[in-house]
Structure formats: structure tokens, C-alpha cells
């Protein structure tokens, strides 16, 4: 079983930057891809970033390109979020996600989440 535990999160001030990680806590497979989403107050889940089993691509949100970078660990059993020159409408709860295959940025697609961690960022 994938058990995700996130943890990074914290409260900075605009222009300052958080690495949030994902650990696959559990049974790890192979051929996995991971992604992250984050939710505002009030808002529905937005994609953030998302990467191939193998770690060698890399999609994002037009609001975090060139901000954000997302990576995965030499075991491929964690994923990271390098989140720089972070912005107030970046505040929201980050959560990862898994599929088998394929990333996708639909969260429909994915099964397996994290309980989210919390990224506040204040102006």
C-alpha cells in the first residue's frame, strides 16, 4: 500500500521560498508519477506540478512556472517542491498525489493522496 505523508510547510513572507516533500511512507512501486495540487480557502483544487516515473519531465501551472521546481529522490519513492519567490496567492494546503503510469494534471486521475500540508505566505 502507498501511504504519501507531505511536510514542508510553514508561514514566510512574500518573496521568500519553502521545500515542501512527499515521502512515500509505505510499499513503493515502481513506475509511479507525482504530482502536487493545492487548495485555497474557498477555492477548488488547482494542479501545481506534476513528474514522470523517471524524473526526467516536468509540467506546471503557468501561475508557478520559473517559480517552482518540482524533482523526485534517487529512490524515486519521494517527490519535492522547491517553491521560490513565493507570492500571498500562493497560500494554500499542498497535497501529492500518485498514479501508476503516466502524470496527468486532472486530480480525477489520481487515487493515492496526501493528507496536504500548510503553505501561508503574508505580504
Known amino acids: 500500500q502507498v501511504q504519501l505523508v507531505e511536510s514542508g510547510g510553514g508561514l514566510v513572507q512574500a518573496g521568500e521560498s519553502l521545500r515542501l516533500s512527499c515521502v512515500d511512507s509505505g510499499r513503493t512501486y515502481g513506475h509511479l508519477s507525482m504530482a502536487w495540487f493545492r487548495q485555497a480557502p474557498g477555492k477548488e483544487r488547482e494542479f501545481v506540478a506534476h513528474i514522470n516515473p523517471s524524473g526526467d519531465r516536468t509540467a506546471y501551472a503557468d501561475s508557478v512556472k520559473d517559480r517552482f521546481t518540482i524533482s523526485r529522490g534517487n529512490t524515486k519513492n519521494t517527490a519535492y ?15 501529492c498525489a500518485v498514479r501508476f503510469g503516466q502524470p496527468s494534471m486532472d486530480a480525477h486521475d489520481f487515487r493515492i493522496w496526501g493528507q496536504g500540508t500548510q503553505v501561508s505566505v503574508s505580504s
Open 81 to 95: 517542491l522547491q517553491m521560490n519567490s513565493l507570492k500571498p496567492e500562493d497560500t494554500a494546503v499542498y497535497s
